[in-house]
């Protein structure tokens, strides 16, 4: 079985612009939730879609969105990109929501 | 609010030895799970182990056991036989599984870098 993909793996923008990230979950997993991770705040908690709904959404500026698709596969896009931006994004797809979340390998997103 | 906190940043183990990997957690769901997770330099984070606040007994996945104290509030990775392989970030994780505001969200740790010796 497939692991959790996303694309693409490295990208970098310029400030100002947006940035769409994409991830295909496990198949038959329904669950997507979405990390940043950086060296000074750690891995922080995006958001989480179920059935293309989103059901939990972490400490993050209204720039940060998401959905997901009938397939599960979901989007996450930054707009208006800052230098903080800069991070590694892991997405994570779960059976449900009680089920252990794996990972992806991540998109690296330099903001220049 | 659910909090995770690994006090270990670095440890250093010898090849074929056991480690211990520290965390505590705190939180005021009466239902959670624990859970463990190892990024090798690639930056992917790899499930380890998983440990219900129910579960009478410690989690056991081959060379990774779960010491599990719910009074101390502590869940502790333990590492048999340690490789070379092992060699890694080591991130504790928490989620509410009781259907409440954190459900279906992983809190994490800021992680313990292991570095296995020959």
């Known amino acids: 079985k497939a692991g959790v993909t996303q694309t693409p793996r490295y990208l970098i923008k310029t400030r100002g612009q947006q940035v769409t990230l994409s991830c295909s979950p496990i198949?038959?997993?329904?669950?997507v939730s979405w990390y940043q991770q950086t060296p000074g705040q750690g891995l922080q908690f995006l958001f989480e879609?179920?059935?293309?709904?989103?059901?939990n959404k972490g400490n993050f500026p209204g720039r940060f969105s998401g959905r997901q698709f009938s397939n599960s596969r979901s989007e996450m896009n930054v707009s208006t990109l800052e230098l903080g931006d800069s991070a590694l994004y892991l997405c994570?797809?779960?059976?449900?929501?009680?089920?252990?979340?794996?990972f992806g390998p991540g998109t690296r997103l330099t903001v220049l | 609010a659910q909090k995770i906190t690994q006090t270990q940043p670095g440890m250093f183990v010898q090849e074929k030895e056991a480690v211990t990997l520290d965390c505590t957690y705190d939180?005021?769901?009466?239902?959670?799970?624990l859970f463990w997770y190892k990024q090798p330099s690639s930056g992917e984070m790899i499930f380890l182990i998983y440990?219900?606040?129910?579960?009478?007994q410690n989690a056991t996945e081959g060379r990774y056991s779960l010491n599990f104290q719910k009074a101390r509030k502590s869940a502790n990775l333990v590492i048999s036989a340690s490789q070379l392989g092992d060699s890694a970030m080591y991130f504790c994780?928490?989620?509410?599984?009781?259907?409440?505001?954190?459900?279906?969200?992983?809190?994490f740790g800021q992680g313990t870098i292991l570095t296995v010796h020959p």
């Open positions: 994570a797809s779960s059976f449900t929501r009680r089920h252990e979340q794996f």
């Open positions: 939180t005021s769901d009466p239902s959670y799970g």
């Open positions: 198949s038959g997993h329904r669950s």
């Open positions: 994780a928490m989620r509410d599984q009781g259907g409440g505001t954190s459900y279906g969200k992983l809190t």
């Open positions: 440990q219900g606040s129910y579960d009478q």
């Open positions: 879609y179920f059935s293309e709904t989103q059901r």
